[in-house]
């Protein structure tokens, strides 16, 4: 338990240390498959086959992937202003919500060109302020966010199913669920629009808001590290004083990244609500929220890690769902414990593999002051 | 009248029932915090303890055998979670969702594994299940009117578990502010340097504190499938875990406060469903009581206390913080 932090490379850090943390969380899961008497290997095999081995698969698994990406940048946008969002699952209903009332509001009337863009708007504007009134109350009243965030996950979901009970049923319909927005406010699926530019594409959820999904990864990057507005974040996140010092004001940049980061999390109910259901329904974030922290640990909270990290997450979630059906008694819960499993060592046990692997890279890294220096000690 | 007695001693049995679960998994969180570890794995730990007690509840047919296990799960998740936290200074707050996670995913893999009843374990046999205490003189009262219905109805006859937390409560509440431990682990949770000072270690109080609040999460989770439901169901803790945490914190991290916030979130909730389906009154509109409402209103109430618009919660100063002794 030495406090001296052994110097590690830098690409150890960035890429060995969560691949091995990744690798522990796989082989727990594959210990946890052996105690209920299934083959890892097999499991891991028809994994990738789902979710790599047709084109169906690979667009399911791009399109939770989508989801993911949303919600795991919404954790680090965060995570740079200093900030644990962990309401990302309120955030999407409420994101949900919003492009639903434009749906219902507009969508008999305005063409798809006007609809859809209010419908982000709208979705992003109810997800920002579901996101910002933590900020503020962190920001300006000391309140801890985590806790905050906790309690407007529950406070959304009361919400929502008050709205769908009570206000924005379908009359006639048993379960809790609007009527359908009308076609005009369904974003095109994918099948669509790569059939509009002549390849063949299977139907599946996956639509456009994918695309959408890749100019949040490089707007997020944009603004993170290559804009003012995002050094100001990060300068907070790194040293509330510092930052103080230098002109930045700690308090306002709590509330931006807040509401970025709702923002980006309300975006799930696009892929969902705007890009499949076309109707609102009660469960469509499904814990993608919580999935986004696992997104955003395993990808080291920059743009390019969630990306990866959300492939990988919309892999398991896809070919999971396949194992459900290939193999009885196999639960997508499975699924759910490895992510589990991921977020303990991927990051409350990060650190405890570091030392490790530290002591294991300077017991074979190349040393070119070695020779220099047993003659130094004897002169 | 006596119908008014009678709801309302309903009304006071199943506040207990509800509230007793939100009381064990709040004093936990308060003994974890008070010494300076965040738990956000309550919900986790009562989940996981649930399934242990139940799954050993059906195969072994012994009570202590049930609870022993649920109890020695709990304090090795705690171990667990100081291990990543208090020794090796992990992230509190991402420690506790990664157990949450982890419990809410395991226990139905597991689950449907051993009982292949989609998750679910076989119904607890009634040998096993908590007895119900004082049901003589509740019957004894019961030809009482007003004092039957609403003592004997309400306040007796309620399984082992309901008045152990309770007696928990005066309990936890004497360690923390009339013993040296308690005025230790509190030290711990506000200036562990000058515990560190005093010769007394720190990670060793919080390993202390986190054992106390695994028994006491195992405590919870144990009440759920032996008393509460009859068999463990996935995900059945619903946000329990969350509500406990809500209550400590409204409660301000004091056990008596935390008592006062399970009773009055428990309250809130068996209100909800006696409302269910319920009819305002006309002067309110006349639709349907917003149980919704009613059910959001303990994280509401949580909200606005943190912002310190009734009243101001002060957390443990070094609460979320790892413990760095200088060299």
């Known amino acids: ?379 | 009248m006596d119908e008014l007695a009678l709801a309302l001693g309903t009304i006071i049995a199943s506040t207990l029932r509800v509230a007793t679960p939100l009381i064990l998994c709040a004093l936990a969180g308060t003994l974890s915090e008070r010494s300076g570890v965040i738990d956000l794995g309550l919900e986790g730990k009562m989940l996981a303890t649930a399934f242990c007690a139940a799954s050993v509840a059906v195969a072994s047919g012994s009570l202590v055998l049930a609870i022993g296990a649920a109890i020695a799960l709990g304090i090795a998740l705690s171990m667990l979670h100081g291990f990543a936290c208090v020794s090796h200074r992990g992230d509190q707050v991402v420690m506790g969702m990664a157990i949450t996670m982890t419990a809410a995913g395991l226990t139905v893999v597991l689950g449907i594994a051993w009982f292949k009843q989609g998750g679910q374990t076989p119904p607890i046999p009634d040998a096993v299940r908590l007895d119900a205490w004082f049901e003589g003189p509740a019957a004894a009262l019961a030809k009482v009117p007003l004092v039957g219905p609403v003592v004997g109805g309400g306040l007796l006859g309620h399984t082992a578990f309901v008045y152990l937390a309770l007696a928990l409560v005066a309990l936890v509440w004497w360690v923390l502010y009339r013993t040296r431990l308690g005025l230790r682990w509190r030290a711990t949770g506000e200036n562990p340097a000058m515990v560190d000072a005093a010769g007394v270690s720190v990670l060793g109080m919080r390993y202390l504190a986190l054992a106390g609040n695994g028994v006491l999460a195992a405590l919870a989770g144990s009440y759920l499938v032996l008393a509460l439901n009859p068999q463990f169901i996935p995900n059945m803790t619903a946000g329990r875990g969350y509500m406990a945490l809500a209550a400590m914190i409204f409660g301000k991290w004091h056990p008596l406060g935390a008592l006062l916030a399970c009773l009055l979130f428990g309250f809130l909730d068996a209100l909800a469903i006696r409302m269910q389906g319920a009819v305002l009154p006309a002067w309110l509109g006349g639709g349907a009581v917003p149980v919704q409402a009613m059910q959001a209103l303990p994280y509401v109430l949580t909200v606005v206390l943190l912002a310190g618009f009734i009243g101001r919660a002060y957390a443990p100063k070094a609460l979320g913080t790892a413990y760095v002794k200088e060299r």
Do not use: C
């Open chain 1, 1 to 379: 338990m030495s406090q001296h932090q052994v110097e590690i490379p830098r690409w150890i850090d960035l890429v060995v240390l969560p691949l091995f943390n990744l690798a522990l969380a796989f082989g727990v899961s594959a210990i946890v498959l052996l105690a209920i008497g299934q083959s890892p290997l097999q499991v891991l095999a028809l994994l990738v086959k789902g979710s790599f081995g047709s084109a169906a698969g690979i667009s399911y698994t791009l399109y939770y992937s989508t989801t993911f990406v949303f919600t795991g940048l919404a954790v680090a946008v965060a995570y740079h202003a200093g900030l644990f969002n962990i309401g990302g699952e309120g955030q999407a209903m409420m994101g949900g919500l919003g492009a639903a009332l434009v749906g219902l509001a507009f969508g008999a009337h305005w063409p798809a060109w006007l609809l859809l863009p209010a419908m982000v708007l709208a979705a992003m504007a109810l997800g920002v302020l579901w996101a910002a009134v933590p900020g503020v109350l962190q920001a300006y009243r000391g309140s801890h966010i985590v806790i905050t965030t906790i309690m407007f996950n529950f406070i959304a979901s009361a919400l929502l199913i008050y709205l769908l009970v009570n206000v924005l049923k379908e009359p006639g319909n048993m379960s809790p669920e609007t009527r359908a927005f009308g076609a005009a406010a369904q974003i095109p699926g994918m099948h669509a629009v790569l059939g509009a530019l002549g390849v063949e594409w299977p139907r599946t959820p996956l639509n456009a808001s994918v695309l959408l999904a890749l100019a949040a990864l490089v707007a997020t990057w944009l603004l993170l590290w290559r804009s003012q507005a995002g050094y100001a974040l990060r300068a907070v996140g790194h040293s509330p004083d510092a930052a103080r010092y230098a002109g930045i004001r700690p308090r306002t940049q709590i509330v931006v990244a807040m509401a970025i980061s709702g923002a980006l999390a309300a975006l799930v109910g696009i892929n969902e609500i705007a890009g499949v259901h076309n109707r609102l329904i009660a469960d469509f974030v499904a814990g993608a929220g919580f999935t986004g922290i696992a997104v955003s640990l395993i990808g080291r909270n920059h743009p390019l890690g969630i990306a990866l990290a959300s492939l990988l997450f919309g892999a398991l979630y896809q070919g999971g769902a396949e194992l459900a059906f290939e193999i009885q008694g196999f639960s997508r819960d499975m699924v759910f414990t490895l992510q589990g499993l991921i977020v303990l060592f991927a990051g409350a046990m990060a650190q405890v593999a570091a030392p490790w692997l530290a002591r294991a890279w300077w017991a074979v890294a190349p040393r070119p002051r070695a020779a220099a220096l047993p003659e130094a000690a004897h002169g």
